[in-house]
């Protein structure tokens, strides 16, 4: 059920963010961000990396590199839960560490994904679908061209 709600057209507008940003805001200040280690901010840098996008050099290892910053874990948010005991052992509290995430590695494909569908005009259904649809490809497609 939750993948299904996960992969609706609207569910892939909201992940394209980074891509969002890296077409709408300058080169000089998604640097700043990035230096300051803002996952969000390191892959819109990587977008515009990858695809020589905002008066931006094309530079693959650069992208690279700041996809790898962006996608790394930002520590772990320590859950409780409770393990119910058996053949009369009492039950037992155990600590479970689930890492955190600016910018999931799922997400940054997906932002990668979109990004070669304008950088090549690829209009397949694949490609409108990593855009978030036709209505989603059409409104980045028009900031791209910019």
Do not use: H
């Amino acid at each position: 059920m939750l993948t299904a709600c996960a992969s609706t057209p609207e569910a892939r507008r909201a992940s394209l963010g980074p891509l969002r940003t890296a077409l709408t805001t300058s080169p000089e200040l998604l640097r700043e961000r990035a230096d300051r280690n803002d996952g969000a901010a390191q892959l819109s840098l990587a977008l515009l990396y990858e695809y020589g996008q905002g008066g931006v050099e094309r530079d693959p290892m650069e992208s690279f590199r700041l996809r790898s910053a962006a996608t790394r874990t930002r520590g772990s948010t320590p859950i409780t839960t409770y393990i119910a005991g058996l053949n009369g052992k009492p039950g037992r509290v155990s600590m479970i560490f689930v890492p955190r995430y600016d910018i999931t590695p799922s997400q940054a494909l997906v932002n990668l994904a979109c990004g070669k569908a304008l950088a090549t005009g690829d209009r397949s259904p694949v490609a409108l679908e990593a855009c978030g649809g036709e209505v989603g490809y059409d409104q980045l497609a028009a900031v791209w061209r910019r």
